[in-house]
């Protein structure tokens, strides 16, 4: 795992966040295999200028003082965490399970149905309603249908600190997709109060839909793929637009945050060979996806568009080698000073 570091002004601060889930185990900090990845870029925060391009993932010594501690192991593709009032934590596996870890304990939580654990698909993000005190309700993304016929859905249940109960799928990606790539899947809310959720453009070369190939599914508005969607808290399109596309032109967006100082949405964006991203998200633009990257196809090694086009949001930042990015988190706590408004971007 790689760490993105990069300052944002102006600055403020909310109570320290655990970060994120890698490998098989929970870490209380992002931690790469051994040490952290950090770079420095500092720009206005609601100017975005020429991408940062990094070509050297090379790590850098370890922070003297900064000590990780293994705190869980031995999880199945952990995906997604949601801290609860009481500190402790519920996390996704991907293939299909809940569990809640509290107390140095982990325990298994009944009432996930089944899911279409194929793959990249499977059971994905997870988020508490902003009144989760008040109403028990917790948000999750997974991976619905067969290998033939999928698609992403964001469902809801409560949840009574033992199981999960009145499951209701709330929205769902169209088209269907075949395959089990790109699904995109991670959610954040926004202070109205209405749900961001990425949706992945359906995969890789030769895969198709319609004829044609099913990237190209990211400039087709009519279509969630290749989109963040912005939903009510029921799956509802939001009472100020005529749609839920909120943003298009992604690849597969499975980083997504907002800043609490700035309100500014940040994404980070796997690439293929090579040019994962991260974007700094504002409704109604597009990214680019795939007229516009930095990346490679697979199979031919050949640029996938062009590096840039006039209508189309340059990326912040791009990383020339692949980090495959997971977690996106915004430092504004106050126990590490050094690290206030810093953009921690894991891989």
Known sequence: MQVLNIPLQPMTKFSFLPLWVVDKGLWWIMVTRSVLL?????????TLAEPKIIRDNRSLAPIPGIKVRTLLSGLEHPWGM????????????????????????????????????????????????????????VYFTYAHGSNNANQTRVARAKYDGKTLSNW????????????????????????????????GDGGNPPL??????????????????????????????????DRVVWTMGHRNIQGLAIDSETKAVWAS??????????????????????????????????????PT????????????????????AIYRGDKFPAWQGNIFVGG
């Open 38 to 46: 950090s770079i420095l870029v500092s720009f206005a925060a609601t």
């Open 82 to 137: 949601a801290w609860l009032p009481d500190g402790s934590v519920l996390i996704t596996e991907r293939p299909g399970r809940l569990q809640h870890f509290k107390d140095g304990k982990l325990r298994p939580v009944s009432g996930v149905p089944a899911v279409f654990a194929a793959g990249q698909g499977g059971l994905l993000d997870i988020a508490l309603h902003p009144q989760f005190s008040q109403n028990s309700l």
């Open 168 to 199: 209701q799928v709330i929205w769902q990606a169209e088209p269907q997709k075949s395959g089990t790539q790109h699904f995109g899947s991670r959610m954040v809310w926004l202070p109205d109060r209405t749900l961001l959720v990425s949706v």
């Open 208 to 241: 198709t839909l319609g004829g044609k190939l099913i990237r190209e599914q990211a400039q087709n508005l009519d279509s969630h793929l290749g989109k963040v969607i912005r939903i009510t808290e029921d799956g509802k399109i939001p009472p100020d637009t």
């Open 269 to 306: 964006e796997h690439g293929a060979r090579g040019g994962d991203e991260l974007n700094q998200l504002q409704g109604g633009k597009n990214y680019g996806w795939p007229l516009a990257s930095r990346t490679r196809d697979y199979t031919t090694g050949l640029p996938i568009g062009k």
């Open 309 to 328: 086009l006039r209508g189309f949001v340059d990326p912040v930042v791009v990383w020339q080698d692949t980090i495959a990015p997971s977690g996106l």
